[in-house]
DNA sequence: GCATGTGAATGGATTCACAGCT
DNA sequence: AGCTGTGAATCCATTCACATGC
C-alpha cells in the first residue's frame, strides 16, 4: 500500500527501495554533474555537491550509495564515472520515446520542449481527437495525428512514456487509451486523480495546486 | 533552516505550522468541494472524502483542523461552509494577478492555461526580451510586452504573482528582475534552482526530473 | 450513535557522528 | 588527513485510537 504522499505525486513503483524523493534528487544531479563534467572537474566531494544544493551531505552520500560504490574514500566522486552511472540508473543512457496526447497550448508547448528531446528523450508523436488539428505540426516539425494511428505508432516506435494534455474530463479515458496501447509510464497535466493499473507508473504535475500553495504562502507572509 | 524537501519544491514561507504536504492536499480538498458543492451534497464526512482520494481519515481530519474547528461532529462538515473556509485559507476567495516572463511555446500555453484564468487566478501580462514577439497576442488576447513595461504593468494591477518561463540560464535574471518589481511569489518553470530571498516564495516545476524519475521506474519494473 | 479533533504511536526521511578505506 | 558509507539518533508526516461533543 502506497503512502498518500507517493499516491499523489508519483506512483507505480518506487523501485527497490529507493524513494521517491531520492529519485527526484538523483535527476538533480546528474544534471549538475553534466556541467561539472562539462567544465572540466574530475573530481567532487559530497560536501562539495551539498553546498551547491543546500544539501545536507550525509544525504548525498546515501543517495548515491543506491547505486553502488562509487566514491573513492579520501577523494570523493569521479566525476565522469558518477554521471554515467546515475545516467544508465535513471535510464538516460539510451532514448527512450515519448508521446503526447492532447495538442491543445499545453499539449504543443511540451512536443517542442526542449527538455523533453533531448539527452535520453525525445517525442515522437502527437496525437488528438479533434479532425481539425490533424495534418499541422508544431514549430519543430511533429505532426498531429488522429487517434486511430496511436496503438500503431507507440508500437513500431516502441514508445515507453505518455503524456496526458488533455482536459480533465478526458483524461482517465485518454489515461486509458494510452495503457491498452501499451504505455507504461504517464506524465499527467490533467487535473484529476487517475485511476491507476497494476504496473503503469504515473505522475502528475498539477499546475493549479502549485499556484494555490504558492497563494497560501503570500495570504500569510504579507510584507507591508 | 527549511529542510531540503521544501527546498527544492516550495519554499519561502511554509506558513504557521502548516506543512508544504498539507498546503497541497488542502488544495485538492477545495478543488473537490466546489465538485461537490455543484452536485448538491450539502454534507460530508472525513472518511467520506477519504475514500475518494484512497487518504486516510484522520489526516483529513487534521488537515482540515487547520483552518479552525469547521466539523460537526457526530455529522460531518457542511460542503459550502467548509469550501469557502478553503478558498479563503488557500487566497483565492479574491482574484490573484499573475505575469508570466518568457512568451516561448510553454509560456504562451500558460498564459491561456485555463487553470490560470478561473477561480481567483488571472494572467494580465506576458513579457518576453525579443522584440520580435511584441505586439503579438496570445489567443486568448494577452499581448506580448517588452521588458520595461514590466515594473508599470506590476504596479498598476497589483500582481503578486510571477511565472518563469525563460531558458534556464536567463532565469536567476528574470527571477531577479520580478522580486526587484515587487513580486512576492514565483513559480519558476526553469530547470535551474533560483537563489531566493527573504520574504518571496518561490516553487519549481521541473518537468525533466518528473520525465527522469518515470524513466526510473520504468528500468526496473520492465514487465515483460 | 456517530463523526470530529487530537494525543500517542508508528513509519519513514533526514541528519549526526564515526568507523573504515585511500 | 580526508572523505565515503552507514548505524544510530532525530525529525516530521502519517496513522491509530479514543475522549469529546452533537
Same mark, same amino acid.
Not at 479533434?130 to 495534418?135: C, E, F, I, T, Y
Given at each position: 500500500m502506497p503512502s498518500p504522499l507517493k499516491e499523489r505525486r508519483t506512483s507505480g513503483a518506487a523501485r527497490d527501495g529507493v524513494s521517491e524523493f531520492t529519485t527526484e534528487r538523483l535527476s538533480i544531479y546528474l544534471r549538475c554533474l553534466a556541467q561539472l563534467e562539462a567544465a572540466g572537474v574530475t573530481t567532487i566531494s559530497s560536501a562539495k555537491l551539498a553546498e551547491r544544493f543546500h544539501l545536507n551531505s550525509a544525504q548525498i552520500r546515501k543517495d548515491l550509495a543506491c547505486l553502488g560504490e562509487l566514491g573513492i574514500r579520501g577523494v570523493g566522486y569521479r566525476v565522469a564515472d558518477l554521471r554515467s552511472h546515475l545516467a544508465q540508473a535513471l535510464g538516460v543512457d539510451r532514448t527512450r520515446k515519448i508521446i503526447i496526447f492532447g495538442a491543445g497550448n499545453l499539449g504543443i508547448a511540451l512536443a517542442d520542449h526542449r527538455g523533453f528531446n533531448i539527452d535520453g528523450f525525445e517525442v515522437v508523436g502527437l496525437f488528438d481527437d *479533434? *479532425?481539425?488539428?490533424?495534418?499541422r505540426s508544431t514549430r519543430n516539425g511533429i505532426p498531429i495525428q488522429p487517434v486511430d494511428r496511436l496503438e500503431a505508432v507507440i508500437a513500431s516506435e516502441r514508445v515507453e512514456i505518455g503524456i496526458i494534455a488533455v482536459p480533465a474530463p478526458a483524461a482517465q479515458e485518454v489515461c486509458d487509451l494510452l495503457v491498452d496501447a501499451g504505455i507504461a509510464a504517464i506524465l499527467n497535466f490533467a487535473p484529476v486523480q487517475l485511476r491507476q493499473r497494476e504496473g503503469v507508473a504515473v505522475t502528475s504535475v498539477d499546475l493549479r495546486i502549485n499556484l494555490e500553495s504558492l497563494s497560501f504562502a503570500l495570504t500569510s507572509v504579507r510584507k507591508d
Open positions: *479533434d *479532425d481539425a488539428k490533424h495534418g
